[in-house]
């Protein structure tokens, strides 16, 4: 039985080919301590446990500006996503820093936090920036020929001022309107509002089967099927359900072909007369009173009276 070698046993030599890492030093307590403290002791060790506190410790500037920017985009774009990207600015921003430089961190994470976000926005753009430089110019001659005319600009009048031909000015905003892309998970209404549906509860699928058709075609099934025996009935089924041909159904009800022919031309022949009888009462149900239509129990005639006028001799 080999037994591990003790303490001692290492101190002497046992391990000295495989030297042991001391684990650095953890700083106890960070908040009690100034900042300036906490970024020596980063700069000086490193540990993930300061760099995780410090990270913590300039979150809400990452919150901040993710907040302002999400509020100037679309609503395709989640905050959560700038946040995370401001996240890896922040994060940039710590290894970088410089204590000698005599520049408070906040001031000089904002614009790396700001510019990690806005290049996560411009990898997520598949327009080019030069597209996106025209469009801003035309929205900018748009706004201002508007100021000066009193009135909303023609496309004529917006091409001249930037000195585009026609066709310039309609490959410009052709090019800075793509294909949009629209995600199914976007609400239909707002957030805040009582009931949240999303656009994906307003696609159809074609393989679901409608539960209002499944049950007028049931109710259809019984109304037609009234009436008929077990043979008509099967006949019914077997043709249209399971989709049989009058030789398969003479199999297996023991018939002719001939037959069951017979017999399914006498069964839709009752059927149409039964739904065109349904029909017509319907439409007596629904068409309007007649003007001249007496009271309910009459004989619907218009009864005039006659007044009697005494006579003058």
Not at 46 to 67: C, N, Q
Not at 86 to 94: I, K, N
């Amino acid at each position: 039985m080999i037994s591990r070698p003790g303490k001692s046993e290492r101190a002497d030599g046992g391990g000295a080919d495989m030297p042991i890492k001391a684990a650095p030093t953890q700083p106890a307590d960070l908040d009690p301590r100034p900042i300036e403290e906490i970024w020596a002791e980063y700069r000086r060790a490193g540990s993930d446990r300061t760099r995780h506190f410090l990270i913590e410790r300039f979150m809400p500037k990452v919150r901040y500006i993710a907040r302002r920017i999400h509020a100037r985009l679309p609503g395709r774009y989640e905050f959560d996503d700038l946040l995370q990207s401001g996240t890896f600015g922040l994060m940039d921003a710590l290894d970088t820093f410089k204590l000698d430089r005599g520049v408070k961190f906040e001031t000089y994470a904002a614009p790396r936090i700001r510019g990690a976000i806005i290049d996560e926005l411009r990898s997520l753009d598949w327009v080019p920036r030069l597209t996106r430089s025209r469009s801003a110019q035309v929205d900018q001659a748009r706004d201002q020929l508007r100021m000066s005319l009193g009135r909303l600009p023609t496309d004529d009048e917006v091409a001249a001022d930037l000195n585009l031909s026609r066709e310039e000015f309609e490959l410009v905003i052709k090019d800075a309107d793509p294909i949009k892309l629209r995600s199914i998970n976007r609400p239909l209404l707002e957030p805040g509002r009582r009931h949240y549906l999303s656009e994906a509860a307003g696609i159809q699928d074609a393989k679901q089967v409608n539960p209002l058709m499944a049950l007028q075609k049931r109710d259809a099934f019984r109304q037609i099927t009234r009436g008929l025996d077990r043979t008509e009935r099967l006949i019914i089924l077997l043709y249209y359900h399971e989709e049989l041909t009058m030789r398969e159904i003479g199999q297996v009800l023991e018939l002719t072909p001939s037959r069951v022919s017979q017999i399914h031309s006498s069964v839709l022949a009752r059927i149409k007369a039964s739904m065109r009888s349904r029909q017509d009462h319907v439409e007596a149900d629904d068409a309007p009173p007649h003007p001249f239509s007496g009271p309910a129990g009459g004989n619907g005639r218009l009864r005039s009276r006659r007044r009697t006028i005494p006579r003058s001799d």
